[in-house]
Protein backbone atom coordinates (compact mmCIF):
# COMPACT_ATOMS: atom_id res chain seq x y z
CA UNK A 1 0.00 0.00 0.00
CA UNK A 2 1.04 3.15 -1.07
CA UNK A 3 2.00 5.26 2.04
CA UNK A 4 -0.11 8.85 2.43
CA UNK A 5 3.20 11.43 2.83
CA UNK A 6 4.64 9.41 -0.35
CA UNK A 7 0.94 10.50 -2.45
CA UNK A 8 1.48 13.91 -1.23
CA UNK A 9 4.67 14.26 -2.68
CA UNK A 10 3.43 12.71 -5.91
CA UNK A 11 1.02 15.40 -6.16
CA UNK A 12 3.74 18.41 -5.09
CA UNK A 13 6.02 17.21 -7.59
CA UNK A 14 3.24 16.92 -10.68
CA UNK A 15 2.22 20.66 -9.59
CA UNK A 16 5.36 21.59 -9.69
CA UNK A 17 6.33 20.09 -13.11
CA UNK A 18 2.90 21.70 -14.61
CA UNK A 19 3.37 25.24 -13.03
CA UNK A 20 6.89 24.92 -14.74
CA UNK A 21 5.63 24.01 -18.27
CA UNK A 22 3.17 27.01 -17.95
CA UNK A 23 5.60 29.58 -17.31
CA UNK A 24 8.24 28.51 -19.91
CA UNK A 25 5.44 28.37 -22.37
CA UNK A 26 4.24 31.56 -21.36
CA UNK A 27 7.95 32.46 -21.85
CA UNK A 28 8.33 31.11 -25.09
CA UNK A 29 4.84 32.81 -26.48
CA UNK A 30 6.25 36.09 -25.26
CA UNK A 31 9.17 36.32 -27.54
CA UNK A 32 7.86 34.53 -30.15
CA UNK A 33 4.97 37.29 -30.06
CA UNK A 34 7.44 40.25 -30.05
CA UNK A 35 6.70 42.47 -32.55
CA UNK A 36 9.91 43.15 -35.16
CA UNK A 37 10.64 46.69 -35.39
CA UNK A 38 10.13 47.88 -38.63
CA UNK A 39 11.84 51.58 -39.98
CA UNK A 40 8.45 52.92 -39.83
CA UNK A 41 9.08 52.80 -35.65
CA UNK A 42 12.35 53.90 -36.02
CA UNK A 43 11.03 57.01 -37.72
CA UNK A 44 8.28 57.37 -35.13
CA UNK A 45 11.24 57.26 -32.06
CA UNK A 46 12.70 59.87 -33.51
CA UNK A 47 15.71 58.05 -35.65
CA UNK A 48 16.23 60.63 -38.86
CA UNK A 49 18.13 59.40 -42.21
CA UNK A 50 21.46 61.09 -43.37
CA UNK A 51 20.64 64.50 -45.43
CA UNK A 52 22.97 62.03 -47.74
CA UNK A 53 20.57 59.21 -47.95
CA UNK A 54 17.41 61.53 -48.11
CA UNK A 55 18.59 63.61 -51.31
CA UNK A 56 17.98 61.32 -54.09
CA UNK A 57 15.38 58.69 -51.29
CA UNK A 58 11.93 59.98 -53.29
CA UNK A 59 13.03 58.52 -57.34
CA UNK A 60 11.49 55.67 -57.15
CA UNK A 61 10.56 53.73 -60.82
CA UNK A 62 7.06 53.98 -62.12
CA UNK A 63 4.31 51.54 -60.84
CA UNK A 64 3.72 49.55 -64.21
CA UNK A 65 0.36 50.83 -63.91
CA UNK A 66 0.74 54.15 -64.79
CA UNK A 67 3.04 53.32 -67.62
CA UNK A 68 2.06 54.95 -70.88
CA UNK A 69 3.22 53.43 -74.78
CA UNK A 70 6.15 55.90 -75.42
CA UNK A 71 7.66 55.54 -72.15
CA UNK A 72 11.35 54.65 -72.89
CA UNK A 73 14.26 52.38 -70.76
CA UNK A 74 17.75 52.99 -71.73
CA UNK A 75 19.74 49.36 -72.27
CA UNK A 76 22.29 48.71 -70.12
CA UNK A 77 23.78 45.66 -70.93
CA UNK A 78 23.94 43.03 -74.07
CA UNK A 79 22.46 40.55 -72.08
CA UNK A 80 18.61 42.13 -72.43
CA UNK A 81 18.20 40.27 -76.09
CA UNK A 82 18.10 37.15 -73.91
CA UNK A 83 14.68 38.23 -71.79
CA UNK A 84 12.78 38.67 -75.28
CA UNK A 85 10.90 36.39 -76.65
CA UNK A 86 10.90 37.15 -80.46
CA UNK A 87 14.45 38.23 -80.59
CA UNK A 88 16.56 38.25 -83.97
CA UNK A 89 20.02 38.85 -84.56
CA UNK A 90 19.06 41.95 -87.08
CA UNK A 91 18.06 44.09 -84.20
CA UNK A 92 21.33 43.07 -81.87
CA UNK A 93 22.61 46.56 -83.08
CA UNK A 94 20.14 48.20 -81.26
CA UNK A 95 20.38 46.40 -78.59
CA UNK A 96 23.34 47.62 -76.86
CA UNK A 97 24.52 49.75 -73.90
CA UNK A 98 22.83 53.31 -73.70
CA UNK A 99 20.48 52.72 -76.36
CA UNK A 100 17.06 53.01 -75.61
CA UNK A 101 13.89 50.74 -76.29
CA UNK A 102 10.51 52.05 -76.06
CA UNK A 103 7.67 50.66 -73.98
CA UNK A 104 4.66 49.82 -76.11
CA UNK A 105 2.15 48.05 -73.80
CA UNK A 106 1.03 45.37 -71.57
CA UNK A 107 -1.25 42.57 -72.52
CA UNK A 108 -2.27 39.24 -70.82
CA UNK A 109 -1.49 35.44 -72.07
CA UNK A 110 -2.74 32.47 -70.60
CA UNK A 111 -0.41 30.19 -69.24
CA UNK A 112 0.15 26.32 -69.62
CA UNK A 113 -1.02 26.27 -66.03
CA UNK A 114 -4.38 28.59 -66.94
CA UNK A 115 -3.18 31.31 -65.40
CA UNK A 116 -3.10 34.87 -67.14
CA UNK A 117 0.66 36.32 -67.36
CA UNK A 118 1.72 39.80 -68.02
CA UNK A 119 3.30 40.29 -71.39
CA UNK A 120 5.43 43.45 -71.76
CA UNK A 121 5.80 44.48 -76.16
CA UNK A 122 8.25 46.71 -76.95
CA UNK A 123 9.68 48.72 -80.09
CA UNK A 124 13.46 49.21 -80.90
CA UNK A 125 14.59 52.09 -82.84
CA UNK A 126 14.66 49.96 -86.07
CA UNK A 127 11.36 49.50 -85.26
CA UNK A 128 11.29 45.99 -84.03
CA UNK A 129 9.08 44.89 -81.89
CA UNK A 130 10.34 42.46 -78.90
CA UNK A 131 8.27 40.95 -76.12
CA UNK A 132 8.89 39.87 -72.73
CA UNK A 133 7.24 37.49 -70.37
CA UNK A 134 7.07 38.73 -67.12
CA UNK A 135 5.85 35.65 -65.51
CA UNK A 136 3.38 38.01 -63.27
CA UNK A 137 -0.14 37.23 -62.90
CA UNK A 138 -2.05 40.23 -64.92
CA UNK A 139 -4.46 40.28 -62.59
CA UNK A 140 -1.93 41.24 -60.03
CA UNK A 141 0.02 44.19 -62.70
CA UNK A 142 -2.39 47.44 -60.86
CA UNK A 143 -1.35 46.23 -57.78
CA UNK A 144 2.79 46.00 -58.07
CA UNK A 145 4.89 49.36 -56.96
CA UNK A 146 7.95 48.20 -59.34
CA UNK A 147 8.18 45.84 -62.57
CA UNK A 148 11.76 45.14 -63.31
CA UNK A 149 12.71 45.19 -66.84
CA UNK A 150 16.40 43.19 -66.57
CA UNK A 151 19.40 44.60 -68.00
CA UNK A 152 17.61 48.18 -68.49
CA UNK A 153 16.82 51.12 -66.67
CA UNK A 154 13.76 53.93 -67.05
CA UNK A 155 15.31 57.19 -68.59
CA UNK A 156 13.16 58.85 -65.97
CA UNK A 157 14.72 57.50 -63.28
CA UNK A 158 18.26 58.43 -65.28
CA UNK A 159 17.24 62.13 -65.85
CA UNK A 160 15.64 62.79 -62.25
CA UNK A 161 19.12 61.98 -60.73
CA UNK A 162 20.61 64.29 -63.43
CA UNK A 163 18.31 67.37 -62.37
CA UNK A 164 19.27 66.50 -58.77
CA UNK A 165 23.04 66.26 -58.72
CA UNK A 166 24.43 67.93 -61.45
CA UNK A 167 25.48 71.33 -61.06
CA UNK A 168 26.16 70.72 -57.02
CA UNK A 169 29.39 69.83 -55.59
CA UNK A 170 29.97 67.21 -52.84
CA UNK A 171 33.17 65.37 -51.07
CA UNK A 172 33.77 62.16 -52.59
CA UNK A 173 34.59 59.13 -50.30
CA UNK A 174 35.93 56.48 -52.74
CA UNK A 175 39.32 56.42 -54.46
CA UNK A 176 38.64 54.18 -56.98
CA UNK A 177 37.00 55.64 -60.16
CA UNK A 178 36.54 55.71 -64.00
CA UNK A 179 38.78 57.90 -65.97
CA UNK A 180 37.51 59.34 -69.13
CA UNK A 181 38.29 56.50 -71.29
CA UNK A 182 36.21 53.83 -68.89
CA UNK A 183 39.40 52.67 -67.24
CA UNK A 184 40.10 51.78 -63.64
CA UNK A 185 41.90 54.80 -61.84
CA UNK A 186 42.44 56.02 -58.27
CA UNK A 187 42.14 59.48 -57.21
CA UNK A 188 41.82 61.56 -54.02
CA UNK A 189 39.08 60.78 -50.95
CA UNK A 190 37.04 62.94 -49.34
CA UNK A 191 37.77 66.18 -51.86
CA UNK A 192 35.34 68.13 -53.11
CA UNK A 193 33.95 67.18 -56.89
CA UNK A 194 31.23 69.13 -58.96
CA UNK A 195 28.75 66.82 -60.92
CA UNK A 196 28.76 67.56 -64.72
CA UNK A 197 26.47 64.68 -65.67
CA UNK A 198 24.28 61.44 -64.91
CA UNK A 199 24.34 58.86 -67.74
CA UNK A 200 23.18 55.15 -67.84
CA UNK A 201 25.86 52.67 -66.16
CA UNK A 202 25.83 48.62 -65.95
CA UNK A 203 23.36 46.26 -64.84
CA UNK A 204 25.09 46.21 -61.33
CA UNK A 205 25.41 49.50 -61.24
CA UNK A 206 23.05 51.49 -63.03
CA UNK A 207 23.88 54.91 -62.63
CA UNK A 208 27.19 56.52 -63.91
CA UNK A 209 28.11 60.01 -62.28
CA UNK A 210 30.56 62.14 -63.85
CA UNK A 211 32.36 64.90 -62.23
CA UNK A 212 35.46 67.36 -62.56
CA UNK A 213 37.67 67.62 -59.24
CA UNK A 214 39.37 70.82 -58.53
CA UNK A 215 41.92 70.22 -60.52
CA UNK A 216 39.75 70.58 -63.58
CA UNK A 217 40.43 66.42 -63.67
CA UNK A 218 37.22 64.63 -64.99
CA UNK A 219 36.11 61.44 -63.68
CA UNK A 220 33.39 58.97 -63.57
CA UNK A 221 31.71 56.54 -60.41
CA UNK A 222 29.47 54.14 -60.88
CA UNK A 223 26.01 54.21 -58.29
CA UNK A 224 22.79 52.02 -57.51
CA UNK A 225 19.56 53.87 -56.04
CA UNK A 226 17.13 52.28 -54.30
CA UNK A 227 16.29 50.80 -50.83
CA UNK A 228 17.39 47.13 -52.21
CA UNK A 229 19.39 44.56 -51.20
CA UNK A 230 21.35 45.03 -54.30
CA UNK A 231 21.91 48.62 -53.82
CA UNK A 232 25.19 48.93 -52.60
CA UNK A 233 26.54 52.02 -53.96
CA UNK A 234 23.98 54.22 -53.53
CA UNK A 235 24.62 58.09 -53.51
CA UNK A 236 25.47 58.08 -49.16
CA UNK A 237 28.47 55.41 -49.36
CA UNK A 238 29.97 57.76 -52.23
CA UNK A 239 29.41 61.54 -51.46
CA UNK A 240 29.34 63.72 -48.59
CA UNK A 241 27.41 66.76 -48.68
CA UNK A 242 29.69 68.38 -45.48
CA UNK A 243 33.25 68.24 -45.70
CA UNK A 244 34.22 65.35 -43.61
CA UNK A 245 37.85 66.76 -43.09
CA UNK A 246 35.57 68.43 -40.42
CA UNK A 247 34.25 65.44 -38.61
CA UNK A 248 38.23 64.58 -37.66
CA UNK A 249 39.92 67.50 -35.78
CA UNK A 250 42.35 64.94 -33.94
CA UNK A 251 43.93 64.26 -37.09
CA UNK A 252 46.87 66.25 -37.43
CA UNK A 253 47.12 67.64 -41.52
CA UNK A 254 50.20 65.10 -42.40
CA UNK A 255 48.35 62.62 -41.93
CA UNK A 256 44.98 63.69 -43.18
CA UNK A 257 47.11 64.31 -46.23
CA UNK A 258 48.18 60.76 -46.76
CA UNK A 259 44.47 59.76 -45.73
CA UNK A 260 43.18 61.59 -49.10
CA UNK A 261 46.00 59.95 -50.85
CA UNK A 262 44.96 56.67 -49.45
CA UNK A 263 48.54 56.28 -48.13
CA UNK A 264 49.60 54.39 -45.07
CA UNK A 265 52.46 55.00 -42.58
CA UNK A 266 53.38 53.31 -39.27
CA UNK A 267 52.25 54.91 -36.07
CA UNK A 268 48.28 55.28 -37.60
CA UNK A 269 45.54 54.19 -35.86
CA UNK A 270 42.71 51.78 -36.93
CA UNK A 271 40.77 54.70 -37.56
CA UNK A 272 42.74 56.45 -40.15
CA UNK A 273 43.89 53.72 -41.72
CA UNK A 274 40.34 52.53 -41.84
CA UNK A 275 39.79 56.34 -43.90
CA UNK A 276 42.78 55.80 -45.83
CA UNK A 277 42.16 52.46 -47.34
CA UNK A 278 38.67 51.23 -46.13
CA UNK A 279 37.53 48.41 -43.92
CA UNK A 280 39.05 45.25 -44.36
CA UNK A 281 37.75 41.79 -45.49
CA UNK A 282 38.69 40.16 -42.01
CA UNK A 283 39.77 41.00 -38.45
CA UNK A 284 41.76 38.95 -36.30
CA UNK A 285 42.42 39.64 -32.66
CA UNK A 286 44.84 37.28 -30.56
CA UNK A 287 46.31 38.73 -27.58
CA UNK A 288 50.10 38.99 -26.41
CA UNK A 289 52.48 39.65 -23.83
CA UNK A 290 52.79 43.25 -25.66
CA UNK A 291 49.10 43.86 -25.87
CA UNK A 292 46.50 43.40 -28.44
CA UNK A 293 48.13 42.42 -31.90
CA UNK A 294 45.22 43.12 -34.72
CA UNK A 295 45.24 42.03 -38.38
CA UNK A 296 43.63 43.47 -40.79
CA UNK A 297 43.00 41.32 -44.27
CA UNK A 298 42.22 42.95 -47.72
CA UNK A 299 42.29 41.68 -50.83
CA UNK A 300 46.01 41.34 -53.29
CA UNK A 301 47.51 40.33 -50.40
CA UNK A 302 46.99 43.71 -48.63
CA UNK A 303 47.57 43.34 -44.79
CA UNK A 304 48.00 45.40 -41.73
CA UNK A 305 48.83 44.78 -38.47
CA UNK A 306 48.53 46.89 -35.50
CA UNK A 307 49.81 46.66 -31.91
CA UNK A 308 47.37 48.05 -29.01
CA UNK A 309 45.59 49.88 -31.89
CA UNK A 310 48.39 51.75 -33.70
CA UNK A 311 49.92 50.60 -36.82
CA UNK A 312 53.16 48.21 -36.84
CA UNK A 313 53.52 46.90 -40.03
CA UNK A 314 51.93 46.27 -43.21
CA UNK A 315 51.58 45.02 -47.00
CA UNK A 316 50.31 47.51 -49.06
Same mark, same amino acid.
Given at each position: ?????????? %??????????????????????????????????????????????????????????????????????????????? &?????????????? !???????????????????????? %?????????? #?? %??????????????????? &?????????????????? !????????????????? /?? /???????????????? /????????????????????? !??????????????? #????? &???????????????????????????????????????????????????????????? !????
Amino acid at each position: MTSRPRLLFQ %HVSIMVLLTMMLTLQSCFTGVESTPKITSKDIKRRGVTESAEKNILANIKPQAPAHWTPGKQFYILDTKVSMIFENFTG &DSLTTLIPYHKITF !RGVSPRRSITGQEVTIVSFITDDK %HILTYNSGIE #YQ %HLSSLKTLDIPFAIETDII &DSVAQRLVGNTYYIIPAR !RLSTTGTDTVGQRYTPV /TI /TAVSPGTASYPLKVLF /TDNSGNNSAILMTIGDRASST !RNFDRIFSISDPRKS #YPMIN &DETWQLIINSRLKDGMTTQECRLAIGPPNDIQRVPSTAGMIERWTYDDGIYLIFEDGILA !RYRY
